[in-house]
């Protein structure tokens, strides 16, 4: 369960976000949509504790990001454009890597079965396609079994078929009840994936959408019309 | 400060080098080759030497030094992964104490390499114990590690990271640079026990109190 | 402007002559080292003590500049205020004119009065290795062009550099004291200041303060006033 | 005056020189940092 309240942030004298208002229940998948400079990625940034925020506050579960980080950390999982993974290292070796950080003891090949890359456990990452990469980049962000996962415009630069097995694997997971916040140009992906969601421009939410009741077209106008 | 996380975030920069490696031949070559051009700066009979060689072996450690510090968190924020290891319920400080480890063994074994080859190029005689020298180098490496650790995070997001951390680097060592070199002729010409000697005492100390600051200012650094 | 245009050059010429009336009486009517504290014939410490007139005035200023530095740096840590790291960056820049001067004068001095442009003479060596600290600080802020990055890191390096001032201070003397032959502090110190003495090293002191002061005050004004200029240009956009 | 041999105060004449080089040009200088200030307060009124 993720709670924003009145989150603004602003850099010298560009306001990213401007008190933004939030909450998305446990299990819900829930879409940022937007165009670009609208403030996703900050807010992103701001959830995944990477950046401070000038004024506001955030919840994960009921714990306030700023007190304790490290807390908070442990309850989302982040898969972004960047995989975070380490070209010289095999998948199984980074995997062991962040279980440590993690202080957890996942099953690293069930792991790897999950996100179909249990038969290149022992390549190094280097040697991976992008789609690959992501599909590892999923089991990075679940090994420690997070109630949050965040997924920021994962699928860019994908083509359809790792599009595809990203899809299914979200799927999966949320059918395991957990919550899905997911930024993204892409309005059908938005559609597949997530129930609600809003639509944000120059750092303000402006305009709530319930993504399986509206037809199609008129998702179109709202997003062609902020420019 | 996590034990476990600092080990596991060494233990993985250790493999990620020894798969590539070229941090680690990179600096060696360059030791070797710089311990030679000095070798040629002096002739190898004369009793100059005895006087400048401290000097010389210290200086190589500080260039070759140079050149593996700027990876440390260079590669990190380049490939990005960096990001991942703040996503991480690791502190700041973990990540610095573990850049800090893994140069300080990085250094050390371009040192346990270099030293008796600098014995052999200039056939030089400690007229101290080698040990001694050894431990003097070695608290040298440590102060040069804490300090060009911090400051290659410090430098991580300006332009030419590399060229800017050179100069930020020396500067703020010159205490530490003088004192090894004092401390260095002492044990290897005059042959002072080590215990003996200020200057090593006082280098010793700055080098905590630079990894005390280090510590406490590495969290703005982080700070995006 | 506090003061008008004809007011700030009276204020710079009356400073401009003092300086240099003292530096004048400095070097002619104080008499040469007495004779009990010579090493040896000819020593060139019989007048090349006065040195310390330069050199300590070169470590007090450079030391001032590094302390605004630092006070710049961690209030603006603390309250993320851009003023904060504007006055650090204007004193740095302040530092390193005023350090480069004092240092060509004390190394004029010691060449002509001691026969060697630089005698390691420790103070002026702290002034040098500073001088590098803050060339390090204003190269930085030259590489990073984000500006509240650029202020959070410089202010970082402000901080870490001020803690070297002590040290290097206290490891240049040992390195002097480490070479006998050079120009040694014990036996500069050894002489004790008459009144005269004393007066001309006080005027020069202030002399010197208020250049400082009216330096970084002018700096600091011209940075923000580029700021301003700068959002007014924005803003027009 | 103190006693002082020809050498020494040729020797001072030339630290006065430069220091007097120096001072001037440290002057001119915040003269200039002055009649800048004066310049850009105009050009923001």
């Given at each position: 369960m993720i709670q924003v309240e009145k989150l603004s942030k602003r850099f010298n004298n560009f306001t990213a976000l401007d008190g933004i208002s939030l909450h998305i229940k446990q299990g819900e998948s829930f879409a940022l949509l937007g165009p670009n400079g609208a403030g996703k990625t900050t807010l992103v940034g701001i959830l995944s504790t990477l950046l401070k925020p000038s004024s506001g506050r955030v919840l994960?579960?009921?714990?306030?990001?700023?007190?304790?980080?490290?807390?908070?950390?442990?309850?989302?999982?982040v898969v972004s454009h960047n995989p975070y993974l380490y070209d010289e290292l095999t998948a199984k070796e980074n995997l062991e890597f962040f279980a440590e950080l993690y202080d957890s003891e996942p099953d690293i090949n069930s792991l790897l079965a999950q996100v179909n890359l249990d038969h290149r456990a022992r390549d190094m990452v280097g040697t991976f396609s992008r789609g690959m990469k992501q599909r590892l980049s999923i089991a990075r962000a679940i090994l420690h079994d997070p109630s949050i996962l965040i997924l920021d415009e994962p699928t860019s630069g994908l083509d359809i078929t790792s599009r595809k097995a990203f899809y299914s694997l979200i799927k999966n997971l949320k059918s395991r009840g957990k919550t899905i916040l997911l930024t993204t140009h892409y309005l059908d992906e938005a559609r597949l994936l997530c129930d609600r969601g809003v639509v944000l421009n120059r750092g303000k939410v402006v305009r709530d959408i319930d993504l399986q009741a509206s037809e199609a077209l008129e998702l179109e106008d709202i997003f062609e019309g902020l420019g | 400060m996590n034990f476990k996380h600092i080990l596991s975030v060494v233990k993985k920069d250790l493999r990620v080098e020894s798969r590539g490696k070229e941090t680690v031949n990179f600096m060696f070559l360059f030791t070797f080759i710089s311990l030679l051009m000095?070798?040629?700066?002096?002739?190898?009979?004369?009793?100059?030497?005895?006087?400048?060689?401290?000097?010389?072996?210290?200086?190589?450690?500080?260039?070759?030094?140079?050149?593996?510090?700027?990876?440390?968190?260079?590669?990190?924020?380049?490939?990005?992964?960096?990001?991942?290891?703040?996503?991480?319920?690791?502190?700041?400080?973990?990540?610095?104490?573990?850049?800090?480890?893994?140069?300080?063994?990085?250094?050390?074994?371009?040192?346990?390499?270099?030293?008796?080859?600098?014995?052999?190029?200039?056939?030089?005689?400690?007229?101290?114990?080698?040990?001694?020298?050894?431990?003097?180098?070695?608290?040298?490496?440590?102060?040069?590690?804490?300090?060009?650790?911090?400051?290659?995070?410090?430098?991580?997001?300006?332009?030419s990271r590399e060229l800017v951390l050179q100069i930020i680097?020396?500067?703020?060592?010159?205490?530490?640079?003088?004192l090894i070199i004092i401390s260095l002729r002492k044990v290897m010409i005059d042959a002072i026990p080590l215990l003996s000697i200020g200057e090593i005492k006082l280098a010793a100390s700055y080098v905590v109190i630079m990894a005390v600051l280090a510590s406490l200012l590495f969290d703005y650094i982080m700070e995006e | 402007m506090k003061f008008q245009r004809k007011q700030a050059v009276i204020l710079l010429a009356v400073l401009w002559a003092v300086v240099l009336y003292a530096m004048y009486q400095v070097l002619f009517s104080l008499g040469p080292l007495s004779e009990e504290l010579l090493r040896f014939e000819g020593d060139p410490m019989r007048h090349g003590y006065k040195i310390f007139f330069f050199s300590m005035q070169a470590a007090a200023i450079t030391y001032i500049a590094?302390?605004?530095?630092?006070?710049?740096?961690?209030?603006?840590?603390?309250?993320?205020?851009?003023?904060?790291?504007?006055?650090?960056?204007?004193?740095?820049?302040?530092?390193?004119?005023?350090?480069?001067?004092?240092?060509?004068?004390?190394?004029?001095?010691?060449?002509?009065?001691?026969?060697a442009y630089w005698n390691w003479d420790p103070r002026q060596t702290t002034s040098l290795f500073l001088w590098f600290i803050l060339a390090a600080y204003l190269s930085l802020r030259t590489a990073v062009d984000n500006i509240e990055t650029r202020a959070r890191l410089s202010a970082v390096l402000g901080i870490f550099g001020f803690v070297g001032v002590p040290l290097t201070h206290i490891s240049s003397t040992i390195w002097v004291s480490n070479h006998p032959q050079l120009y040694n502090t014990a036996q500069s110190s050894g002489f004790s200041l008459d009144k005269s003495g004393l007066t001309l090293f006080m005027i020069l002191m202030t002399s010197f303060l208020i250049l400082y002061i009216y330096m970084l005050w002018l700096t600091y004004k011209i940075e923000t006033q580029n700021q301003i200029y700068q959002n007014i240009l924005r803003g027009e956009q | 005056m103190t006693e002082l041999?020809?050498?020494?105060?040729?020797?001072?004449?030339?630290?006065?020189?430069?220091?007097?080089?120096?001072?001037?040009?440290?002057?001119?200088?915040?003269g200039y940092l002055d009649s800048k200030v004066r310049s850009l307060d105009e050009r923001l009124k």
């Open positions: 994960i579960d009921s714990v306030d990001i700023a007190e304790e980080p490290e807390e908070a950390k442990r309850r989302i999982g | 000095f070798n040629f700066a002096t002739d190898p009979f004369s009793p100059v030497l005895n006087d400048v060689a401290p000097g010389f072996l210290w200086f190589v450690f500080i260039f070759a030094g140079m050149l593996g510090l700027s990876r440390a968190f260079l590669k990190e924020k380049e490939t990005g992964t960096l990001q991942g290891l703040s996503l991480a319920p690791i502190s700041n400080d973990d990540i610095l104490y573990a850049k800090i480890i893994y140069n300080l063994i990085l250094m050390l074994g371009i040192q346990i390499i270099a030293f008796p080859l600098f014995i052999v190029l200039f056939n030089y005689n400690i007229a101290g114990s080698t040990l001694d020298a050894f431990l003097v180098l070695t608290i040298g490496n440590v102060g040069f590690v804490v300090v060009g650790s911090f400051m290659s995070a410090l430098v991580m997001s300006a332009r680097v020396l500067p703020l060592l010159l205490p530490v640079i003088i | 590094f302390a605004v530095v630092l006070v710049g740096s961690v209030v603006y840590l603390r309250t993320k205020n851009l003023k904060w790291d504007t006055i650090a960056s204007s004193s740095a820049k302040v530092g390193i004119v005023f350090t480069t001067i004092l240092l060509v004068n004390g190394a004029i001095f010691s060449n002509v009065g001691w026969g | 041999t020809p050498a020494e105060v040729a020797m001072f004449r030339q630290i006065m020189a430069v220091a007097a080089i120096l001072w001037t040009l440290l002057i001119i200088y915040i």
